[in-house]
């Protein structure tokens, strides 16, 4: 499985950005697909994740500001950010998780201004 991020960028606070993100390979073997940020000097952390039914989980301090959907395809993700806080600068990582492994992509950096 193969997975490749795009969309992130510049914007100042307030603003909204959309992350995309595409699987590919043996989808059919992909059963969660998720969003992690990490920020200079911090842990990787989960921000968003929703399963192959449409089950959702949000990180506390993204609820209400970011939502994860997918295609029908389920391969392909967003993240919808909206009001976006310069504490969401970070590098933002999207993996496809199977009973056996999770795949991570390279990563897309957010920049959030002030």
């Known amino acids: 499985v193969q997975v490749v991020e795009s969309g992130g960028g510049l914007v100042q606070a307030g603003g909204s950005l959309r992350l995309s993100c595409e699987a590919s390979?043996?989808?059919?073997?992909?059963?969660?697909m998720g969003w992690y940020r990490q920020a200079p000097g911090k842990q990787r952390e989960l921000v968003a994740s929703i399963t192959n039914s449409g089950r959702t989980n949000y990180s506390d301090s993204v609820k209400d500001r970011f939502t994860i959907s997918n295609l029908n395809a389920k391969n392909t993700v967003y993240l919808q950010m909206n009001s976006l806080k310069p504490e969401d600068t970070a590098v933002y990582y999207c993996n496809a998780g199977t009973w056996y492994e999770v795949y991570w992509g390279q990563g897309t950096q957010v920049t959030v201004s002030s």
């Open positions: 390979g043996s989808i059919f073997t992909i059963n969660t």
